[in-house]
Structures are given as C-alpha cells and as structure tokens.
C-alpha cells in the first residue's frame, strides 16, 4: 500500500568481518528486549518464550491508533527504523542514533582473524514515498573504514521498528518481530492503548523530537547466535498436576532480576492473563537465584499457562510453564444422583453427567449404554453433559455409570442408582408443587433441575409414611454464583484486587434486584464477605463510588423479606446476618484518606467518617438522624496514644437499622439465657491509624430515653461456634449527668447496641416504698425477738428440747436480721463485679439468707429425729453441733461455689445491683435449695402430724416432751408455708412474663419474714408469754406442769 507521506525505515545490517580485524572494538549493544526471536514459536511447549505473534499484535495496536484507512494514517513522515548488525569495525552511524534509548553493555572482545563479530548500528531511513526502495535491495556501502580496517560486506539486514506519524505531530512506535524496547523507554513513555491485561509494552508514543526504536535480544554464549540469552528458566516437577496436592512452580535466574510478576491464562473465564497475589493458595517467596510460585489444594480452576514476567539486563521477559489438573468426582454434575422410577407411569427416564471444561479431552459414556448418546468427546468451552435417556423401564434396580476418560489419567467412574417402584411399595403420589415431582417410592429424594440461568438443585423427601416432605432448593442465579466464585479465587489470590473489588461491589449492587431465594441471598452474603477478607488481607483503600455501592446494597439487603428470604437463609447458615455485619464493617473503614470526610445516609444505612491529623484534637463526637436521635463520644484521652503514629487518623460511625433484629439471639454468659429486645440500630465505630487498625478506647453511647433497664452490649463474633452473639464485656451501662437518659460506655471498639429485658419488671416506685417499708419492719421485728429473748431465755430453755427449739429460732433470728440490714444497704455501694463491697455484699447476702432456711430445716430434722426415734435420743451438745454444720457449713457452701463458678463467667452479679444475676444460673444456688428446704419440711410436718395425732403405745412421748414438739410442729407450719410461697413467687416472676400482682405480693412476704417470725415463732409461745407477763408482774406463775406452747 503507498502512503501518502514519506515512510522511514529502522534497519539491521549484518556484515561479516573481511579483513584483518580490529584488535578491540568498542560500538554500544543495547540490552535486550521482552521475548522476540521467530523460531521460540516452535519453542512453545510445557515450557517456551512468546513469539512474535504477540509483536504482529501490536504493530495492529499502533495502525489501528490512526483514525485513517490506510495502513500508516495521518499526513506526517512515516517511517521504519533498522539495524545494522557489522562486524567488529570502527564504524560510524550514518544518521540520528539511539534516539529515546539507552546504550547497554559495550562489546568487548578480542577479535582474530577470520573471526566476526556482531555490531549494532542504528539508522533512520526517510522515504518519499510508499514505495519499497530499490536501493534497499542492494549492498549498502560502508562509511570510509580507518587505515588499520579492511572493508566488509553487508551480510544481512532486518527491520526493527515501525512508526507512523499522526497528524498532531505524535509518533505511534511499535516493534517488528524478533525485537523489544528497552525496559526503561516503556517506563518513560505512554503506550498506544491502555495496557492489554498486564502485558510488557509494545506500542509507544514519542512526541518530537524524540525517537526510539526497538533492540535485539542479546545473543547466546556463542559470537554469533540466532538464539537470545535468556536469563533464566522455569522447573516444575510435572506438567500435570495431583488434584489437592500443593504447585511448586520456581524461576531460576542468572542475572539480577527486578519487577516479578506471576501470572495465569485460563482457558475460560478472564480472556486474559489473570495476575496472581498472595493469598489463602497463594504464596510467593524469593531468594538469592531464583523464585518459587507456590499454590496450595490445586484444582481445575488453577490449570491453565503460567507466565512469569521480570525485568533483567534492561529488558522484560516472559516464560511459560502449562499445567494441568485433571478432574475430580466431585467436579462431575449428576442430574439426579438417584432417582426412583414406577415402570407403571414412567416407562423412560433421563440421565444427564456434566463436567466443567478441561483442555485434557475427556471421553464421556455411558454403562451400561442402552439408550445413551454416542461417546461424546469433551474439548469445547464451558460446561458439557452426556445425557442418557432409556425409553424401556428396567426390571429391577440398577445402577448406571458415567465413565469419564482421558489419556494417560486415572477414568473417572460415577454412579447413579435407579430404584424400580415394585408392586406393595409405599409411595408418594404424583405432585405439582413448584415443580412436577412423579411418584417416588418411601424413603427416597425425589429431584428436579432448576429453571434457566440458575444452578442448583430441586429436591423433596419422600417420607417413610408415603408423605411428601418440604421442597429444599439451592438453585441460584448463575451472575450471583459467578460473582461469588470470582469473590473466592480473588481472595485466593487469583487477580487484581484493587480493580476487581470495586468492580465486584458496583455488580453486587445491580444483581440486588434478581434475589429471590435464600441460596441468592446467601451467595450475595458470600460475596460481600470474601470481598471484605480480599481488603482486609491486601489492605487496599476503596474510593467513594465503590463505598456507595456497598452501602446501597446492604440497605438494599437489609430491606429483604425476613420470612421467606433472611429466616430460611439462616436456617442453612447461622452466621448469615454476622457476616454480613462484619463484612460492611471491615469495607466501610477501607475508605481512601483523600474521599474523607464522607456522609451518607439511606433509610437503613448512616455512614459518616472524618479525618484527624497527627494532633489530636478534643472529644471526638458524632450523632445521627435515628429515633430516638443516637450520638456517641470518644475522649480525647483514648485518642492520644494515636499521637506518635505521625499519621493521619480516620474514624468511621456506621448505624445499621434492623440488622439486629436478624442477628442471632445468642447471649453470652454474662447475659444469661433470658430473652432481651434491641432498639432495632447498631452502631458500629472502628478507627485507622497508619493503615492500622485501633481496637482500644474508651467510647460513650446515648441510645435515647429507655425506660426500661438494659444492658450494654457489643456483638461478638467468635462466640458460639463463629456464629457470633451478644456480649457485655466491657460495657457498662452510667446514668447521664447532664439529662434523663442512660449512657453506654464500652472500653473497646466494634458493633454496639442495648438489649432489654423481655420480662423486666418497669421501675415502680411504689415496689421499692414498699420493699424498703417491709424491710424495715422486718429489721425492727427481729431487735424486738433478740429483746424478747433477753428477758425470758432463762425461763423457756429449761429442758433440752426447748432449748434446741429455741437456739435454732435464735440462730435464724440473727442471719435473717444481717440479711436484711446488709440487703438494705446494698444500693448504697458501687455497682458492679469490679466494686469488692459489692461483691461482698452480694455473698453475705446469699450465704445468710440460705443460712435462715437452713436452720429451719434444722429446726424440722430435729423433730423428725424426736418423732421416729424415741429410744434412741442423742445429747443435747451432739444435736447442737450438727445443726450449727447443716445451719452454717451447708449454706457457705452453696454460697462459695457460687461466687467461684459464676464470677469468673460474669454471672454472679445482677445489672446494677449488688445480688445475684436473676437471668443466670446463680439464682438457682440460691432458689433451688430453699424450694428443697421447704418441700422437707412439708413432708416432716405431714409425718410429725400423724405421729403426734395418733401416737401408739410403745412410741408415744411424755406430756411435756409432746407439747414442747407440738411448739416445733406449729411454728414450721406457719413459717413454711409463708415462705414456701414467697419463694415460689419469687421464681415465677423471674421465669415468666407475669402480671404486677404477683410483684407485689412477693415483695410484700418477702420483706415481712421478720413480722412472721416475731408473732408465729416467739410471741405465739405460751411459754414465753408466760415469763413476759412473770416479767412485768401482770399475771401469777401457773401451778401446772410447765408447758412450753399451749
């Protein structure tokens, strides 16, 4: 084709040395090229060195950069540029010279004669028109040759470089085959088209008066050689590949290297080179020689070629290395895996056996073959399936195999078993529920194919009594399934992270739109959540196009029908709405400094992030539009270890509404096993200095005005197998200053909110009036019993079993009278596990309530051991030392376990109050023996009634000794009763969601217990009635017998 301008040639002249050489020569080489050389095409195998395919390429890049029709465009001075390859002689350029290039490594060596040596010498050749020049065709002759050289002669000339000028004076530059430009001209100038997927330059752009052109790889060990040096080879141990086992891919190089790359050309796919990064199989290490690509648990989406790119001796270079992987069984598709067939409405079935593609040629058949297709040979892009379809019914079961074969590999055999439905069988009728399901015999899974462009299966259980079961799908749409897969191989390591994430996030937002199933909302989980784990691992920042995406998503996804799409979903993986937490957590703190500060805000979404310098300034404190409006604080304090970092610091408040009402409702064990309700927001703040993230600081929260009492909680994520749950470590709940509302503060960073109890118990003033009434007349009512029982001891303790009736009495007067007073200055002290009077207050109180109950079973053994062994009665100091055991050992062991068992877990306290956590399993070391004592002491006062009321011959008690335990039998049973009910209460009203009734009436027995045990246990005494009335001289001793209770 002519062009309209003057074309300009680059040569390359080789000339052969004729005369008596040069003893030295010194003429520039310039080092070599990227992968040149015609015949490395013939080199391509396992292993090979691209050709000049690629240069063919991209001297079409550089033409088709001209808006013209013909080949060259433009209305400048085209041109070609050459080299001439000479022998060792002092020649000179005829022309501009390495224009735009660098000069190499000179030639240095010894000639002798008859030897020749290779020269290069670079000129321009302008011509006037498109026409091939004549002259070219012939010897050229050589510049005038100094008195010590002998002329030589052209042996052979090659184009190096095509360039066309453009009409704005830019010149496009591309190299021919067998050459390459130098590494630093491709890092100075701009190319033609934006690079092709990570390829070494080819075409470049010069601007006048620069020039360039392309050099010639370096030649081997010997003087002249066709073949380049290249300076360094790939070893793998096999071109194919064990499936699961670990790649070891090494470059060995002899020359100093620099800008390493890996990367791997699938056959399907990305159309072009994929780079590889270190990631979860991924690893790349280097030492002193050499270089080792290492892939772990390699698979069929791992074969492919694998291209090693690298810069040495002033050029880049590329090696290949082909690997294969042959396929597994669990690559291979069946659909069904199983099926059961009635002969009677079936006559025929369908069989299909597919497999991803594989460059290894697998021959698919089935056996036993009747009815199948022909051997189908498997070497075409994309997925292939063998389909076998029998129009007669077998006679029995039978099971077929799909045979998968390929030369030199192990076959591959997969089964698929037919069940013949026989006369008697149980069955599940024909149906039509979202899919056509035949009848199915008992026991089995019946199975359908999805609808178009989702993958997946249909199946449904046929019950063992001939009912259908429910219909599991897992079909999903093949867009979501293809973002999650790429999601998994980038995180991996196959890829570009910093272009594909915000690629993946903007598809991510448009494919929100073809959800409809929990396995589509599980797949777009998935996706944001290996998306997430790629930022975090190569620490990538995002910018604010792909950040908006994000959040726009996740509003979208937080908007998803909870019943039929979010609660399904969860069903096949709990951890669902966690993930999704963590994910946006970990994207949105990945925002680029420059995009800081940045607001946004969607119904269920509210970012805002700002950008600190070095110095610090005051609190940080950021507040959103929510109801009731949410702020939070971090003080200037937590903020100053950040101060030394000399880095700027970021800080980022995400608010998700409904997220935690997806959460799992699992609490940890602070918490108890209560059921609580959230405020329907969770905030989460996270903090990045010097790409770091800062998880400590101190961090105030107003959630609003609650009026009911809540718990502070951050959601955890390793709690409950990685499920996630919630947790108040850390969290504390601190009544406002300066308003009404209750604040949060937490000692660490991460998600937040407030869980309330379900069956909480609103603050009532007038229970705790009466609480602290009724403690207080309990209180004055035992000062009054010890008053009683100094005046009279003396007077009713006068034989032995008054006196253990009593002594227990007085002993359970004491711990009861501690109890309260130690109750009732309770709230007085600090909340809290960390305040020791707390604590303190918290044990004494357990272990001296428990202590009352336990010397009134004292109380109650006593009289059975009076009643059932009457001619076998122990001392009177024997009997005192095992109930002061049972009254004060047994309850400061309940007490002590407790305290050991449940601290540490974070159970032992309640929220805000100095006793035991009422939602955990604390209150049962109290709860649980006082229901214990009290059904004793009901089956001994059942026994001592009998006993008492019809007593035999042999076994009846004196006079005396029968009133004194009748005493006993009265006073347990008032008192048993009375607190046998208000413990009760007391447990209904912590495990059920009850009315105010019941409240009220438990706190009323509760803080009377004192009031009973004055009237029923000492002032209803006749004895003691009588000294009181001996005492203040109103009434005369009786003449009678003493008797102890009338």
């Known amino acids: 084709m002519v062009c309209p301008a003057a074309p300009v040639l680059l040569l390359a002249m080789t000339l052969p040395l004729v005369g008596p050489p040069v003893a030295r020569a010194s003429q520039p080489v310039s080092k070599t090229g990227v992968r040149t050389a015609s015949l490395q095409r013939q080199q391509r195998g396992p292993l090979g060195v691209r050709g000049s395919e690629e240069n063919q390429r991209l001297r079409e890049d550089a033409a088709s950069a001209h808006p013209s029709g013909n080949s060259y465009g433009g209305t400048g001075s085209p041109s070609l540029w050459a080299q001439l390859l000479c022998p060792a002689l002092p020649l000179e350029p005829q022309g501009p010279s390495q224009a735009g290039g660098e000069t190499g490594q000179q030639l240095d060596q010894e000639s002798r004669a008859g030897e020749s040596a290779l020269l290069s010498v670079y000129v321009q050749l302008v011509f006037s028109h498109g026409g091939w020049p004549a002259a070219l065709s012939k010897p050229l002759p050589l510049p005038p040759a100094s008195a010590s050289s002998s002329p030589g002669t052209l042996a052979g000339l090659s184009l190096t470089t095509e360039c066309n000028v453009k009409p704005d004076g830019l010149t496009y530059c591309a190299c021919l085959s067998g050459y390459q430009w130098n590494a630093s001209i491709c890092s ?183 009815g199948s297709e022909a051997p189908a040979s498997f070497n075409t892009p994309g997925d292939q399936c063998l389909v076998l379809a029998t129009q007669h019914c077998p006679a029995a079961d039978i099971t077929y195999t799909c045979d998968l074969q390929s030369p030199g590999l192990t076959p591959l055999r997969v089964p698929v078993s037919v069940t013949i439905i026989q006369d008697g069988d149980t069955t599940c009728p024909e149906d039509s529920a979202v899919v056509a399901w035949n009848v199915t015999k008992a026991g089995h899974v019946a199975q359908a194919p999805c609808p178009v462009n989702r993958t997946g299966m249909v199946k449904r259980t046929c019950g063992p009594d001939g009912a259908w079961g429910p219909i599991h799908s897992s079909c999903t749409d093949t867009r979501l399934l293809a973002l999650l897969r790429r999601a998994q191989l980038l995180w991996a390591g196959q890829g570009w992270p910093a272009e594909e994430v ?96 940045f607001s946004f805000s969607l119904p269920n979404v509210q970012l805002q992030t700002q950008l600190l310098t070095p110095t610090v300034p005051a609190d940080y404190r950021v507040s959103f539009s929510t109801q009731p409006p949410l702020w939070a604080q971090i003080p200037r304090r937590s903020l100053a270890p950040l101060d030394t970092s000399n880095s700027n610091i970021t800080i980022t408040s995400l608010v998700l509404r409904k997220l935690d009402h997806l959460l799992p409702s699992n609490y940890g064990q602070e918490l108890g096993d209560s059921l609580y309700a959230t405020p329907g927001l969770v905030l989460s703040i996270s903090i990045m200095a010097g790409g770091q993230a800062f998880n400590q600081g101190e961090v105030t929260m107003d959630f609003g005005d609650r009026d009911n009492p809540f718990h502070c909680v951050f959601w955890d994520h390793h709690l409950f197998q990685g499920n996630g749950g919630w947790s108040g470590e850390g969290c504390q709940v601190q009544a406002a200053n300066a308003s009404a509302t209750t604040q949060c503060i937490c000692r660490h960073l991460t998600a937040f909110s407030i869980l309330m109890s379900r069956h909480t118990v609103p603050g009532n003033p007038t229970l705790e009036l009466l609480s602290q009434v009724g403690l207080g007349a309990s209180i004055l009512a035992l000062l009054v019993c010890l008053g009683v029982y100094r005046l009279v001891w003396r007077v009713v303790v006068r034989n032995k079993l008054a006196y253990l009736r009593h002594a227990a009495l007085l002993n359970v007067v004491l711990c009861l009278l501690a109890a309260d007073t130690c109750f009732l200055g309770a709230p007085l002290l600090p909340p809290g596990p960390r305040s020791p009077l707390c604590l303190a207050a918290a044990f004494l109180c357990h272990f001296l309530y428990l202590a009352t109950f336990f010397w009134m079973l004292a109380q109650a053994l006593m009289l059975a051991h009076q009643l059932l062994f009457v001619f076998h009665q122990l001392s009177k100091r024997r009997v005192l030392s095992l109930m002061v055991v049972l009254g004060y050992l047994c309850p400061m062991g309940f007490a002590g376990a407790a305290l050991g068992l449940y601290l540490p877990r974070g159970q032992y306290l309640g929220e805000g109050v100095c006793w035991l956590d009422g939602k955990g399993g604390a209150r049962y070391t109290f709860v649980g023996p006082v229901l214990v004592i009290v059904g004793l002491n009901g089956l001994v006062l059942a026994m001592a009634m009998l006993k008492l009321l019809r007593p035999s011959l042999s076994e009846g008690p004196q006079a005396e000794k029968r009133q004194a335990l009748l005493g006993v039998m009265k006073a347990l049973l008032v008192l048993t009763p009375i607190f046998g009910l208000t413990w009760g209460l007391g447990l209904a009203t912590l495990l059920e969601e009850v009315s105010m009734v019941p409240h009220y009436i438990f706190t009323i027995l509760n803080t009377s217990q004192g009031v009973f045990i004055l009237l029923f246990g000492c002032l209803m005494d006749k004895k003691v009635q009588e000294a009181l009335l001996k005492r203040f001289g109103c009434a005369q001793p009786p003449n009678s017998t003493i008797s102890l209770v009338s």
């Open 502 to 597: 915000p690629q993946s996030l903007a598809q991510l937002l448009e494919q929100t739109e073809v959800v409809s199933s929990p396995s589509d909302l599980l797949a777009l989980l998935g996706t944001m959540t290996f998306l997430a784990k790629v930022v975090a691992d190569t620490r990538i920042p995002l910018r604010r196009s792909a950040l908006e995406a994000l959040l726009k998503t996740t509003d979208k996804v937080l908007d998803m029908d909870t019943s039929s799409l979010w609660t399904p979903a969860q069903v096949q993986k709990p951890s669902a709405a966690s993930d999704l937490l963590l994910a946006v957590e970990t994207l949105s703190h990945s925002l680029c400094p420059q995009d800081h500060p």
């Open 188 to 370: 100075r100038h701009q190319l033609c088209q934006p690079p092709h997927n990570h390829q070494p330059c080819g075409c470049l752009v010069f601007s006048p008066p620069e020039a360039g052109y392309c050099q010639v790889l370096p030649p081997g060990e010997t003087p002249v050689s066709c073949l380049p040096a290249v300076p360094g080879s790939l070893s793998l141990n096999s071109w194919l590949q064990v499936p699961g086992h670990t790649l070891n891919l090494t470059l060995h190089t002899s020359q100093e290297t620099t800008s390493l790359n890996w990367f791997l050309r699938r056959h399907t796919g990305s159309p072009g080179p994929i780079p590889l990064q270190p990631g979860t199989q991924v690893s790349l290490t280097s030492s002193q020689g050499q270089a080792v690509l290492s892939i772990r648990n390699i698979s069929h989406e791992w074969e492919g070629e694998y291209m090693c790119c690298f810069e040495a001796q002033g050029f880049r270079w590329e090696l290949y290395q082909l690997v294969r992987v042959p396929l597994q069984v669990t690559d291979v598709a069946r659909l069904p895996d199983q099926l059961s067939i009635s002969c009677a409405t079936s006559p025929g079935f369908q069989l299909s056996c597919c497999i991803p593609y594989t460059p290894l040629g697998y021959l698919a058949s089935w056996s036993p073959g009747e």
